[in-house]
């Protein structure tokens, strides 16, 4: 097994055959996708196309129960965000009145918009993250040619993301061990519960960066002066090769990202007119 900044992943998965730059690019293209297409079937697809490659690339699934507690508190602030909270519009269809305040078809309509769009990128980054280690943030940058500080930093970043929610495991089985259970518990009862690790997280946070520090300073690691402008030889790129099938995956997504600008604003795909959920929906509600 390899540890992943999200998990662990098995040395036989097939995503340790494509070059790391391969996998950031994924990343930084395909969440791009969500926000040229409105109809929210399109991005549910894009959604499950995602969880697919996660189950061929053998990551264990059970990391996604993570985040839908987050996935549907969230979706539940952008709806109350959109509904309760935007105001009087009467311009808008009225659906129905709750304790005296309109409820819009168009603002329910954008709020599942937006809220298709968010999953996705979710998704991708989460993807991502549990097939990456940090040494994958370092040779795709370096790929590319990004200065070292930016590099370092950005993966130095990423690591603390993972180190967070490492953290949040080490508390959850603390309370558990404790017992404390949320099993059969309402959602309100687990947001608030959760909420009461925040302290220690951000505790354990303001340590984690203290160690990062002085990690730094022990190595004599120096962004400024004259240690910044000496040429570091990528020793590590030395290990990667971008091999034939890396130029086809990035040619695929860059083909697919192409198509999808051509597709959106050149014959007017993936909009809210030819959305038949979106159709359905206003059946449904009006």
Same mark, same amino acid.
Request: proline share 5%; net charge positive; hydrophobic share 55%.
């Given at each position: 097994?390899?540890?992943?900044?999200?998990?662990?992943?098995?040395?036989?998965?097939?995503?340790?055959?494509?070059?790391?730059?391969?996998?950031?690019?994924?990343?930084?293209?395909?969440?791009?996708?969500?926000?040229?297409?409105?109809?929210?079937?399109?991005?549910?697809?894009?959604?499950?196309?995602?969880?697919?490659?996660?189950?061929?690339?053998?990551?264990?699934?059970?990391?996604?129960?993570?985040?839908?507690?987050?996935?549907? $508190?969230?979706? $539940?602030?952008?709806?109350?965000?959109?509904?309760?909270?935007?105001?009087?519009?009467?311009?808008?269809?009225?659906?129905?009145?709750?304790?005296?305040?309109?409820?819009?078809?168009?603002?329910?309509?954008?709020?599942?918009?937006?809220?298709?769009?968010?999953?996705?990128?979710?998704?991708?980054?989460?993807?991502? #993250?549990?097939?990456?280690?940090?040494?994958?943030?370092?040779?795709?940058?370096?790929?590319?040619?990004?200065?070292?500080?930016?590099?370092?930093?950005?993966?130095?970043?990423?690591?603390?993301?993972?180190?967070?929610?490492?953290?949040?495991?080490?508390?959850?089985?603390?309370?558990?061990?404790?017992?404390?259970?949320?099993?059969?518990?309402?959602?309100?009862?687990?947001?608030?519960?959760?909420?009461?690790?925040?302290?220690?997280?951000?505790?354990?946070?303001?340590?984690?960066?203290?160690?990062?520090?002085?990690?730094?300073?022990?190595?004599?690691?120096?962004?400024?002066?004259?240690?910044?402008?000496?040429?570091?030889?990528?020793?590590?790129?030395?290990?990667?090769?971008?091999?034939?099938?890396?130029?086809?995956?990035?040619?695929?997504?860059?083909?697919?990202?192409?198509?999808?600008?051509?597709?959106?604003?050149?014959?007017?795909?993936?909009?809210?007119?030819?959305?038949?959920?979106?159709?359905? #929906?206003?059946?449904?509600?009006?």
């Amino acid at each position: 097994m390899n540890k992943t900044m999200l998990g662990y992943v098995p040395k036989e998965s097939p995503i340790y055959a494509v070059h790391p730059f391969v996998k950031l690019y994924f990343l930084l293209i395909v969440s791009l996708f969500p926000m040229f297409v409105a109809a929210p079937e399109w991005n549910f697809l894009l959604l499950v196309i995602i969880l697919g490659l996660m189950v061929i690339s053998r990551v264990d699934i059970r990391i996604v129960r993570i985040y839908i507690p987050v996935a549907i $508190s969230m979706g $539940s602030i952008i709806l109350i965000s959109y509904t309760i909270l935007g105001g009087r519009h009467p311009e808008f269809q009225v659906v129905f009145n709750l304790f005296g305040l309109p409820i819009y078809w168009e603002r329910i309509r954008d709020a599942l918009v937006v809220y298709f769009r968010i999953l996705p990128m979710i998704a991708t980054m989460v993807f991502f #993250l549990s097939t990456s280690r940090e040494r994958d943030i370092i040779v795709a940058m370096r790929t590319i040619r990004l200065p070292f500080v930016v590099t370092y930093v950005f993966a130095m970043a990423l690591r603390a993301a993972g180190m967070v929610l490492e953290d949040f495991q080490i508390v959850r089985q603390a309370e558990q061990a404790r017992g404390f259970d949320t099993t059969g518990k309402p959602l309100t009862y687990k947001i608030r519960k959760y909420i009461m690790y925040m302290i220690p997280l951000f505790a354990l946070s303001l340590r984690r960066s203290e160690e990062f520090t002085n990690a730094l300073v022990a190595r004599g690691y120096a962004f400024t002066g004259e240690a910044s402008r000496v040429k570091r030889a990528d020793y590590i790129l030395t290990h990667y090769t971008f091999k034939p099938h890396d130029f086809v995956f990035t040619a695929i997504i860059t083909l697919a990202f192409i198509a999808l600008l051509v597709a959106r604003y050149g014959f007017n795909y993936f909009g809210l007119d030819d959305s038949w959920f979106i159709r359905w #929906l206003y059946s449904v509600l009006v």
